[in-house]
């Protein structure tokens, strides 16, 4: 099942070549215009980290999409299925990084930004050697480098969902971001972002990351599954910085080019504590109740008293340079 249509596996005759075709649901609201958005997106972009579009076609009122078939299928059913064989600390680092990488090129790296909207492991597909490429764009939207992006319905996941996008209204490269570091927890942790069935006290996965933080012992927080067999460094990096992505202050998050630095070890991530965290978490709701409290009473002029409260204080929480 794919995100708004059924998934099949197909050959092409002319060349014997494996292919997957989505055919998009009749009971889809939104089939046509997320067809047409993943075509103009996923049809033009050419990146080894993202599914790539290799045709298409509209008959009889069914939309169709051809794609390169990934024969390890999507990688939820390797982090929550129970599969005989889970993935090792090695294929998971190279899925993050993967998953980065392609994520950065939609950001910076094509004729127009584009925002995927919809990052979560289910949309990751891995292929014969379990790179992770990253694909389902029927969400996505474009807009012009240097550019504001238009204020649009709420869509996504639950979990993925950045809290500030629901108060404006606005997908932004940083919301993306949000969305790839619960996508990080939950491949490190093997745990989606909420709905924990292990305990009815770990029913939000950042919280039970920032519990094991505090008790000084953030690796625990692992997936099981993967024993022994990591690199605590390593695990130390991911978990730290998929909490720093998760941040619900949009200021504090990093970009996805420094998160591409900090993965490759090109930059080192400032030193964080789950104070700091959990500090500046605090301020960001209350920043968000107070905001919320002026939009209801004056909604004429809050908008301009918050550009202007915006432009006129810095950020203090923030500990990365550039922060958006």
């Known amino acids: 099942m794919g995100g708004f249509g059924m998934v099949y596996k197909g050959v092409l005759s002319s060349s014997n070549k494996q292919v997957a075709v989505k055919r998009v649901s009749h009971k889809s609201k939104q089939g046509m215009k997320e067809f047409i958005a993943e075509i103009v997106s996923l049809g033009r972009l050419r990146h080894r980290n993202l599914v790539q579009l290799l045709g298409y076609c509209r008959r009889k009122g069914e939309l169709l999409l051809v794609y390169d078939f990934m024969p390890n299928g999507s990688l939820d059913k390797f982090l929550f299925d129970q599969p005989k064989e889970t993935l090792n600390w090695h294929q998971r680092v190279g899925i993050i990084k993967g998953v980065a990488s392609g994520l950065l090129y939609l950001h910076e790296g094509w004729e127009k930004v584009v925002l995927h909207r919809d990052?979560?492991?289910?949309?990751?597909?891995?292929?014969?050697?379990?790179?992770?490429?990253?694909?389902?764009?029927?969400?996505?939207?474009?807009?012009?480098?240097?550019?504001?992006?238009?204020?649009?319905?709420?869509?996504?996941?639950?979990?993925?969902?950045?809290?500030?996008?629901?108060?404006?209204?606005?997908?932004?490269?940083?919301?993306?971001?949000?969305?790839?570091g619960a996508f990080m927890l939950e491949v490190a942790c093997g745990k989606s972002p909420i709905g924990l069935r292990e305990s009815p006290d770990e029913m939000i996965l950042v919280d039970w990351v920032l519990q094991c933080w505090k008790r000084g012992e953030i690796v625990e927080a692992r997936d099981a599954r993967l024993g022994n067999g990591y690199v605590e460094e390593e695990m130390e990096l991911v978990l730290k910085l998929g909490l720093l992505c998760s941040h619900p202050m949009a200021t504090s998050r990093p970009s996805m080019r420094q998160v591409m630095q900090f993965l490759d070890g090109d930059c080192a991530m400032p030193e964080l504590s789950w104070q700091w965290w959990c500090a500046t978490t605090v301020s960001a709701i209350v920043e968000d109740e107070v905001w919320r409290e002026i939009e209801s009473l004056y909604p004429s002029t809050a908008a301009m008293e918050k550009s202007f409260f915006e432009s006129s204080s810095s950020c203090a929480a923030s500990l990365l340079s550039g922060g958006r």
Do not use: C, W
């Not at 709420?154 to 629901?166: D, N, Q, R």
């Open 119 to 180: 990052i979560k492991a289910s949309n990751v597909l891995l292929d014969g050697e379990f790179n992770g490429r990253l694909g389902d764009f029927g969400l996505a939207r474009l807009y012009d480098h240097g550019t504001n992006p238009q204020t649009t319905h709420i869509v996504g996941t639950m979990g993925y969902i950045a809290p500030e996008l629901p108060r404006t209204g606005k997908a932004t490269t940083s919301t993306d971001v949000f969305s790839f």
